[in-house]
């Protein structure tokens, strides 16, 4: 018994299947890395309460420092003469090949959003750490989203 197999348009799959996938995987992590700087410039309502300190040490000191500066001992956000307006300082950049970091311009930033020595002020404030923002993103189904929908495009 014979068995004929006949395919069309194998050359166009084969042509699909030799797509430049270094620029799917780019467009993957960049969409990736905007989702997750959406998440870090997103800023806080306000304060409420008294802020509580690490130790009596910083809070001198930064009483101190706005004093010798001569402002308002109140930090107000984005308008402040010492803010670096970190919501706004959050970008996307290359990393390699084909992948994306995630970075803020604010020399702050670490004290303010890295989950390994963020001040627990700004954690009482409402600041999302960058592990919580990565976790966010991935919890949402985005990640999953975006990649099927590269593929796809990539594969027309």
């Known amino acids: 018994m014979n068995v004929t197999v006949r395919i069309e348009g194998l050359g166009r799959v084969l042509a699909k299947l030799n797509t430049d996938w270094g620029s799917v995987l780019t467009n993957i992590t960049w969409s990736i890395g905007e989702l997750i700087r959406n998440e870090m410039a997103r800023y806080p309502g306000p304060r409420s309460g008294p802020v509580r300190w690490t130790s009596e040490r910083q809070r001198r000191f930064y009483h101190a420092m706005r004093r010798e500066k001569g402002l308002s001992l109140v930090y107000t956000r984005r ?70 929908a590269a593929i796809r495009r990539a594969l027309r």
Do not use: C
Not at 79 to 91: E, F, I, N, V
Not at 96 to 120: D, I, L, M, N
């Open 79 to 148: 308008t402040d003469p010492m803010s670096q307006d970190l919501g706004a300082g959050w970008t996307v950049d290359r990393y390699g090949a084909h992948g994306a970091v995630v970075a803020a311009h604010a020399s702050y930033a670490p004290y303010v959003q890295s989950h390994t020595v963020q001040q627990r002020f700004h954690a009482d404030t409402g600041w999302v750490t960058d592990k919580q923002a990565v976790e966010r993103v991935e919890r949402s189904g985005d990640v999953q989203r975006i990649g099927e």
